[in-house]
């Protein structure tokens, strides 16, 4: 594949191509391994990585969103982005499965917010346990086994 008339790399995934978790450490402005530490003794509280993004947003006062534009700037997609010298845009979310992935590309393309001819499309493949439900209450929401 030529990447010559590219401009950009589209990524879709989960938080591994999102980016999620990178600078938590940064966020709460203890070390890496301090920031383990935590995380491991919320899991063996029965804590989920859900309550540690909900404690994470109250301690910093940001929302969800914003922790996951500031660690895409670091993950993986972005810095292959820059060694490429091209415009990173990154959809992947965190805990989404490749049902979902698959669907938010579509859902892009056919809105024309990305173009084939201009663009490298990413698709980052998570674990197979993770799949996409559709249910009156919990519409589009990804789940894992």
Not at 105 to 130: C, K, M, Q, W
Request: glycine share 6%.
């Amino acid at each position: 594949m030529l990447i010559s008339n590219k401009k950009r790399i589209v990524y879709f995934g989960c938080s591994f191509t999102s980016g999620l978790e990178l600078i938590d450490h940064e966020l709460l402005g203890i070390t890496i391994e301090e920031c383990d530490n935590l995380k491991k003794q919320w899991i063996s509280n029965g804590k989920t990585i859900v309550d540690f993004m909900n404690y994470l947003q109250k301690k910093t006062k940001l929302s969800h969103e914003e922790i996951i534009f500031k660690s895409a700037k670091r993950s993986y997609a972005s810095k292959l982005s820059a060694k490429l010298d091209l415009e990173h845009v990154n959809y992947a979310r965190p805990g989404c499965s490749v049902d979902h992935s698959l669907l938010m590309l579509f859902s892009t393309y056919y809105a024309g917010y990305i173009n084939p001819e201009t663009d490298i499309i990413f698709l980052g493949v998570t674990t197979p346990h993770r799949y996409l439900t559709f249910q009156p209450n919990n519409l589009g929401k990804d789940h894992s086994r």
